[in-house]
């Protein structure tokens, strides 16, 4: 069972250049997020989605796209990457809610923008 | 706007001692309140999640504790080990599976 597979796990983006941040989850979960980690400040929402076809904004949104064109896959897009976008990037999914199930996450995508 | 505190930010405690860590949140409409385990470098491994309905929930030597009314959790370590050193951090689900993260208590278990 891989669970919920983020790549790439390291990724070094000039600032202005774009890129995607995959994550798949192959446990038929609905809902699927991503985070960001910076230190002393936690983990903050950036984009989260319910289901295939719909996605809504998190706590930290500006600069990142998403889409949820399937279950399993949940990419982020930086558009124009800035310093400020430096930080370790989690995506977690899990269950309808109402089941009250854990979520998972997954191992992180550790981003440097110079 | 939810908030999650968690208090101390760091412990340092000799091996087999009993510990207590500390979540405190704002908004008491939960749906679940999980406690994660991170290494160092590493992702989010789930160890405990207690439902709203719940007091307690409980794991080998990890006990953990909810009180909705007065939005606190605790997560409790038995006999504490080297092993068990690691941040910690304590997510609350709100609704449309939203986390909000408290900012970790990194525990340090000398030998």
Known sequence: ?114 | KQEVTQIPAALSVPEGENLVLNCSFTDSAIYNLQWFRQDPGKGLTSLLLIQSSQREQTSGRLNASLDKSSGRSTLYIAASQPGDSATYLCAVLYNFNKFYFGSGTKLNVKP
């Not at chain 1, 809902?31 to 929402?45: A, F, H, I, K, T």
Request: one cysteine or more; aromatic letters at 10%.
């Open chain 1, 1 to 114: 069972n891989a669970g919920v597979t983020q790549t790439p796990k390291f990724q070094v983006l000039k600032t202005g250049q774009s890129m995607t941040l995959q994550c798949a989850q192959d446990m038929n979960h609905e809902y699927m997020s991503w985070y960001r980690q910076d230190p002393g400040m936690g983990l903050r929402l950036i984009h989260y989605s319910v289901g295939a076809g719909i996605t809504d904004q998190g706590e930290v949104p500006n600069g990142y796209n998403v889409s949820r064109s399937t279950t399993e896959d949940f990419p982020l897009r930086l558009l124009s990457a800035a310093p400020s976008q430096t930080s370790v990037y989690f995506c977690a999914s899990s269950f309808s809610q109402t089941m009250n199930t854990e979520a998972f996450f997954g191992q992180g995508t550790r981003l440097t923008v110079v």
